[in-house]
Structures are given as C-alpha cells and as structure tokens.
C-alpha cells in the first residue's frame, strides 16, 4: 500500500505544518499567492518565462538610479524564524546584477528580520545574510559567483541559519538571526544603468519544521 503525501512528509500521528510549493507553472503568476512586486527604485516586471524550463522570471528595466523590486505573499508570513527551511532554485542571466531570495518579514530592500541567499556584485562569494532588529549578518560561501543555475537551501533552527549550495553546506550563520514570522521573498536589484538585467527561477519550497 503507498502512503499518502501527507503520510510522507509527516510521522504517523503528527498535524502537518505550513508547507508551500510552488513551480512556477502555467502562463501566469499566481496572484492569490504572490502580490504585486513591490517596486522600490524605478519599475521591474515579475512573469512566467515563455522559455522550456524558464519558470519565473524577474526583471529590472533599463531606467538610472539602480532598479529594483521585491516580490512576496505580502504580509501573509506562514513561517517561523526559528524552525523553517526554505529551498530553491535560481539563475542570473547577467552580470551587474543583484539577487536575494529566501524568507523575509516584509519587502523592504532590507526586510528587519530575514535569512536570504544572497549573490551579486556587492559580494564576492554567494551569501547567507541574516539580520533581525538588532543587527546584520553576512557569512560567504566559497561557491563563486556565476551566471550557472544552482538549487540552494536554507536551514533556520533557532541558534543558528545554514545555507546550502547544491546540496553542501556552505555557510552558518549564528548572529543576528531572524525573529517573528517570516514570508517567501524574491529581490532584484540592476548594478548598472541603461541595461535591462533578470534571473529566473523555476522552484521554491518552504515549510515549518
């Protein structure tokens, strides 16, 4: 006899936690779980890439002054700071480029509490940041930076948030870690002007443990 998903994924007798997945499928975000980008310098565009396996893509327009967004569920913060893991997947398409995706407590181009992948032009290695109302946190990997599509995973368990390239620990943070309830958080910010830039994204999943 097979075991249901919810069999699988939670031992016998337990109430499931808040698990989200999303694929990034179909020919349009889905609206009742992603709001509106969040626009924080000039305008950037959230959409399905018409490309095989393009998923999600995010991109800044060509405007000065730095262009940048966020998306999130907007304010709808499902996960626990000190007991969720979040995963996913991601690809620069250009340089110049800066990318944070993990979970957040708000859409700010800095949320207060949040413990993100980070890679761009300001780091010299991809990056676990961490950050709460008291501080900030940046631990590099030793995993350079690339235009090449990696999966990556972070671990938050109270004492300390663990960022994980392609299935290898990477970095661990034990300050200035994240409190409160968080939510699903995408940024992009261009390093350049008069250049459109974009990543894309074809899988998030996160989940309380």
């Avoid at 979970?103 to 949320?111: E, F, I, R, T, Y």
């Amino acid at each position: 006899m097979t075991d249901s998903i919810y069999d699988q994924l939670n031992a016998y007798g337990t109430v499931a936690k808040q698990r989200m997945v999303e694929t990034f499928s179909g020919d349009a975000l889905d609206t009742d779980r992603w709001g509106t980008v969040t626009q924080i310098v000039a305008t950037c565009s959230a959409s399905i890439d018409d490309t095989v396996n393009g998923g999600f893509k995010f991109e800044t327009d060509s405007g000065a002054g730095s262009p940048s967004a966020s998306m999130t569920f907007i304010d709808v913060k499902q996960f626990n700071a000190t007991a969720s893991t979040c995963i996913a997947t991601c690809k620069k398409n250009d340089d110049n480029l800066g990318i944070k995706i993990g979970l957040a407590d708000n859409s700010n181009v800095s949320p207060t509490n949040h413990s993100l992948m980070v890679e761009g032009t300001l780091e010299s290695f991809k990056s676990l940041h961490t950050k709460n109302s008291g501080g900030f946190t940046s631990t590099a990997t030793t995993e350079a930076l690339s235009q090449t599509e990696f999966s990556f995973k972070i671990e938050n368990i109270g004492s300390s948030s663990t960022l994980y390239i392609n299935g290898v620990s990477g970095a661990v943070s034990t300050t200035n870690l994240p409190a409160g309830n968080l939510m699903p958080y995408y940024y992009i910010q261009s390093r350049s002007t008069a250049a459109v830039k974009s990543y894309n994204s074809t899988y998030m999943e996160c989940y309380n443990t």
